[in-house]
């Protein structure tokens, strides 16, 4: 068996526990955890376990490297410190495992691929679903000309999400965060990036790479007492690839989805949920089930990343990958820069105080028919409060280009 990969665990609050608890139990020793990075790691649910095995916690990267070198750093911290925190540790010969989304903002990305390329360490962006086996398969059949050519791809994302969710730190829902950092939060850029990023990524032309979107057109909008939105609908153009469309919000009284509908010429691919399986249906009525989406993929990219820095497999969803996903958000802000706050007197709170949602009356089924309809809200709808952002180009395609 080979020795365990040496691991920095940056940020164990939150999702980083994710990370803490398969390490903590794993029975294989893959990894063995050399250090926490965490300036407020004593409020995480791990960290008298992580305290009980003597791992040396610091408040800072640059304080963990003073002392240690770690085979792989697996940062699960605020979208704001992504870019520099990987920058930081390639810089020290760490491979990186970062949680998505890959970071706020282009020249970030551009900063994260360039510092890569300079060390040729491996990274590995935390979008899980692209490293579980019914994304890698369907994308395999994608890639094999199984389905025919990719024509439209949407999704739809109703999740609501409370007050709590909001103050559970002091960048929710921030464009920028205290320091003027740039975070740009939103559905789209985290709990929901995930189906975005995924059609993306399945639409890419290799099996580490997404579509490049070239145009955008956005309508952005917040329910919350929030500097960025909660609320999204976007049509995306790419290059040779689908048209994308995406929906979601976190200002509806009602969870539904993810549920998408993936057309291409031979075939449409379908998922009603989570739970369901991916079910591809083709032209000659034939069904093909790829399993589903959120079985393996949390485990797989950490074993996969680390099976990857041993010389066994690749990463399969690095920076190249998951850039294009920070691109639309960018171009976003671009296609609709004035968001839309929704009339007061049609946002009401639902739930027990202390955990309320706000809900944009009638939004849900507004987003459902537009997804049915393959059209934007503002396409569809003459309410007063719509707010249609124009086509844009999407910048920043040279630099990915390269
Ligand atoms: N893959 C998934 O399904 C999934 C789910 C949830 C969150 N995430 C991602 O995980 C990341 C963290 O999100 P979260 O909701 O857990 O955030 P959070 O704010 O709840 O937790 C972030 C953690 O980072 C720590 N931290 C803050 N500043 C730090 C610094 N300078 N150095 C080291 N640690 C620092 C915080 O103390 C905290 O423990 C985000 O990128 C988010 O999108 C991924």
Redesign the pocket.
Known sequence: MSDPVSIVL???????GTYCHLLLNDKQSRGKIVGV?????E??QFFSELKKRKIPFYD?LAEFYTQHTADLAIL????S??SR?TCEALEHGSHVLC???LCAHPAEAAAMLAAQRKSGLLVAI???WSFCSAIQSLKADILDGRLGRPVQFKTLVLWPRTDTYYA??N?AGAMKNADGDWVYDSPAN??C??YLHNMLYLAGSSPEKSVLPVRMQAELYRANPISNYDTAAFRITTQDGPEILFYTTHASSRTLGPIFKYTFEEATVEFSGRGGDIVATFANGQQKNYGNPDQDGVEEKLWGTIRAIRGDGSILCGIEASMKQTLCIYAATLSCPAIRSFPCDLVYKAGVPGNQVRVMTGLAELLEKAYLESTLPAEISNAFWLNPGKSVPVPMTSVIRQ
């Open positions: 940056v940020g164990i609050g939150g999702y980083g990075v965490d300036p407020f790691a409020k995480a800072t699960s911290t605020p979208i410190l992504h925190q949680e998505k989304p935390g979008y899980q559970r730190n960048w985290n709990a990036a995930h």
